[in-house]
Each structure stands twice: as C-alpha cells, then as structure tokens.
C-alpha cells in the first residue's frame, strides 16, 4: 500500500495530528469476523437482535517493501437487544498499537466525524469519536470506546421523494452515550470520558436502498449536563450496523 496526500495544501495550525507521513508500507493483516444475526429487512435501519466479533492484527514492516514499522491489534464487539418495541444497541472497541506508525494512525480520542455508507461501510479509518466530545485529543498507545443506544422503530415513512427513486424519510429516534478513555504506556490514566445525548435520524434512499442515515444530535459530556450547560448540537452520519 502507498500512502500519499490527495490535496497538498496549507494546513490550519490546528490539525489534530501533524502533518500526514506519505510513502510506501508493507504490511501482514489477520482478522477473524463472527456474526450471528438473522436476516430480516429491519436490520438495515433497526436491527433488534443479533451480535457480532471481530478481531484484526497488522503487521507494518519495513523489510516488506515498506517504510513503516509498527504493529495494531483491534477488538470490537457489538450486541441488538429487543426491549419491547425498542431496541438496545452496545458496543465496545479496543485499539492497541506500538512502534513507529505514521502520524496520522495514532491512536486516541477525537472530535473528528466520521463518515459511514449504508449504515455500516467506513471509507478509510473510523476513529473513536464520542458524540458530544469537544474537548481536547487525547492520544495513546492504547485506547478503548464504548457505545449505548436506546432505539426507537423506525418510522415507514417518505418526507420528500423524487420521481420515486430517491426519497428521505424512514425517521426515528435514540437516547445515546459514549464513553472511552486512550493513555500511554507508563502514563496515569485520566478520567474516563462520558457524553450524553438523543438524535433524530432520517434515511437517503435510493430504490428503497438507505444509501445515507443521517442524525441531528444534542450531546455533550456528562459533567457539563451534571453543571448545567447548554449543549451543543451536531449533524453527521450515522452507523447502525458495525459489520
């Protein structure tokens, strides 16, 4: 694999990593995926029932046509629970990762979207973003987050549709909290972040195809609810389905 930068530009002072490390990288990857889950229609917007496990290692080596030396492992493990007509979504991701990786692959927590198709497919790397987060990266060699939504049914219906192809609607609702915490090794460990929050989703759908699910959310930590400050609100897509 090569990497190289797309746009070459000026980057704001502010960029969360420095500046992105370019060349070749030689890499081993494993995995092992399980999923246990019966097919059903709903699991593409609300699925209530069903988990799954899976469990990657890549190895980075410069003596494999590469410039990079650094190895990762990641957990991540999902379970749907019906709860009368609601659904209860967990989740839990473990990233570890030592020697020399390019910059832009440290590991941490960040306020940083990420971007899903179809509910579930990532173009490129998902970072452990809690909704609601806001404050400053907090970067390690090891880091873990975690999930819980309350989900509504989703509603079988089109706000707005289009020669009957395209349409938006399918809207629902969740109760949400993250929580995850990223630390060096031989570093104290700081306080765990907790955000709290609900969103509104609505679907973009293609020949009934939710190609898009987007969500407009108020969130924010737990000790600025606890403090009573205002929150701030969010608009992004939405994952439903992590593999």
Sequence with gaps: ???????????????????????DEGSINLSYLFVNKRPH???????????????????????????????????DIYNNKKIGPFSLYSRGRF?????????????????????????AATP?????????FSGEPRFGDKA???????????VPISIVELVKLIKIGSPTFALITDFGNAWMKGEADQEMIITLGYEFRM????????????SYGIAQEKYMWDDGQS?????????????
Excluded at 124 to 132: A, D, I, K, L, N
Excluded at 144 to 153: D, K, Q
Aim: charged share 20%; net charge neutral.
């Design 1 to 23: 694999m090569k990497r190289e930068q797309f746009f070459k530009t000026t980057r704001p002072e502010n960029t969360v990593f420095s500046d992105p490390e370019e060349g």
């Design 41 to 75: 229609i709903r699991n593409i917007l609300s699925p209530n029932q069903g988990f799954g496990l899976k469990i990657s290692i890549k190895n980075a080596s410069s003596n494999i046509w590469g410039m990079f030396d650094y190895r990762k492992l990641e957990a």
């Design 95 to 119: 990233e570890t990762m030592n020697g020399s990786p390019p910059s832009q692959e440290t590991l941490g927590i960040f306020d940083i979207p990420n971007y899903y198709l179809i509910g």
């Design 124 to 132: 490129g790397r998902e970072y452990m973003s809690p909704r609601g």
């Design 144 to 154: 873990y987050m975690g999930t819980l939504e309350l989900r509504a049914p989703v």
């Design 203 to 214: 679907s973009l759908k293609i020949a009934n195809v939710p190609l898009l699910t987007f």
């Design 231 to 243: 929150p701030q609100s969010y608009f992004q897509m939405t994952l439903i389905n992590p593999f």
